[in-house]
Nanobody, 119 residues
Framework: QVQLAESGGGLVQPGGSLRLSCQASGRIYAIVAMGWYRQVPGKQRELVAFSGDSIRYSDSVKGRFTISRDGAKNTAYLQMEALNVEDTAVYYC???????????????WGQGTQVTVSS
């Protein structure tokens, strides 16, 4: 019903920047929140940032990452600055979608995009 397309990952040197994009498409009634998780092998999944009724960041990225949304395009962006090797992970965007008025929320996931920070 809803599909998320992620882009923007890649290889960057420490201190560099990347901008991730996540665009939702399909039969959309109301997206109430979007955000990103990241996952590293052997570590717990971490909620990096989300934008909904408020904007939140994990302590590890606060001050360096900025999430924004374009409601008309059903798109979220994650601007990542001052990247370090600990930011290396697969980043998965998500959207919390309500299919109709009064419904609960269904979470949809992007395919993931690899961010590698290395010198």
């Amino acid at each position: 019903q809803v599909q998320l397309a992620e882009s923007g990952g890649g290889l960057v040197q420490p201190g560099g920047s990347l901008r991730l994009s996540c665009q939702a498409s399909g039969r959309i009634y109301a997206i109430v929140a979007m955000g990103w998780y990241r996952q590293v092998p052997g570590k717990q999944r971490e909620l990096v940032a989300f934008s909904g009724d408020s904007i939140r960041y994990s302590d590890s990225v606060k001050g360096r990452f900025t999430i924004s949304r374009d409601g008309a395009k059903n798109t979220a962006y994650l601007q990542m600055e001052a990247l370090n090797v600990e930011d290396t992970a697969v980043y998965y965007c998500y959207a919390d979608h309500k299919p109709y008025a009064g419904s609960g929320v269904i979470k949809y996931w992007g395919q993931g995009t690899q961010v590698t920070v290395s010198s």
